[in-house]
């Protein structure tokens, strides 16, 4: 560092075993002589030295991969090709994801009865860790509200009609 330094005419004294901070200008010096040296850039590597598990994948091989994929979902979207999830059946994956949503269920948590249909997405590799929607499971909790109206007229064996709990909304004209 102090070589570094040296070339970009800066020099520290080291009195006291203590030196002084580099001024903004002297800070952008040694930052650009830095980058042009090459400091930033990762240095390619052996692919025998690569950990174990890591896929290494050939540019050309992955680029005519995906071009055979997009041809495939083009010629199948032209013939009208939907599969399973065009006939609005469930997905073995979903199927799943419904039995786990049920297991624990009580009796005062209901399941939505109408859902919107999403298409099937596929997501690259790069996408992985993108931030989107968290999926869920269609169930919420639902209880009973004990005001003032609902205490004079209903009681444990005739209970109130039950509310999805922890939304209030407040509307104001």
Same mark, same amino acid.
């Given at each position: 560092?102090?070589?570094?330094?040296?070339?970009?005419?800066?020099?520290?004294?080291?009195?006291?075993?203590?030196?002084?901070?580099?001024?903004?200008?002297?800070? $952008?010096?040694?930052?650009?002589?830095?980058?042009?040296? &090459? =400091? #930033?850039?990762?240095?390619? &590597?052996?692919?025998?030295?690569?950990?174990?598990?890591?896929?290494?994948?050939?540019?050309?091989?992955?680029?005519?991969?995906?071009?055979?994929?997009?041809?495939? +979902?083009?010629?199948?979207? /032209?013939?009208?090709?939907?599969?399973?999830?065009?006939?609005?059946?469930?997905?073995?994956?979903? *199927?799943?994801?419904? =039995?786990?949503?049920?297991? &624990?269920?009580?009796?005062? /948590? +209901? $399941?939505?009865? !109408?859902?919107?249909?999403?298409? =099937?997405?596929?997501?690259?590799?790069?996408?992985?860790?993108?931030?989107?929607?968290?999926?869920?499971? %269609?169930? $919420?909790?639902?209880?009973?509200?004990? %005001?003032?109206? %609902?205490?004079?007229? #209903?009681?444990?064996?005739?209970?109130?009609?039950?509310? !999805?709990? &922890?939304? *209030?909304?407040?509307?104001?004209?």
């Amino acid at each position: 560092m102090t070589k570094i330094l040296a070339q970009c005419g800066i020099e520290l004294a080291t009195c006291g075993g203590g030196g002084r901070l580099l001024t903004e200008d002297e800070m $952008v010096l040694v930052t650009l002589e830095l980058y042009s040296r &090459g =400091a #930033y850039s990762p240095s390619y &590597g052996d692919e025998r030295q690569a950990m174990p598990g890591i896929e290494i994948l050939d540019e050309q091989e992955d680029t005519e991969k995906r071009r055979k994929l997009v041809r495939e +979902a083009d010629r199948r979207s /032209e013939l009208g090709m939907g599969g399973a999830e065009a006939a609005g059946a469930l997905t073995v994956k979903e *199927r799943e994801m419904e =039995a786990v949503a049920r297991h &624990g269920m009580n009796k005062d /948590e +209901a $399941v939505f009865a !109408v859902e919107a249909p999403l298409e =099937a997405q596929t997501f690259l590799w790069s996408e992985k860790y993108r931030p989107r929607k968290p999926r869920y499971f %269609n169930r $919420v909790h639902t209880g009973f509200e004990w %005001n003032k109206y %609902n205490q004079t007229h #209903y009681d444990m064996d005739n209970p109130p009609p039950k509310i !999805v709990q &922890g939304y *209030r909304f407040n509307v104001g004209f």
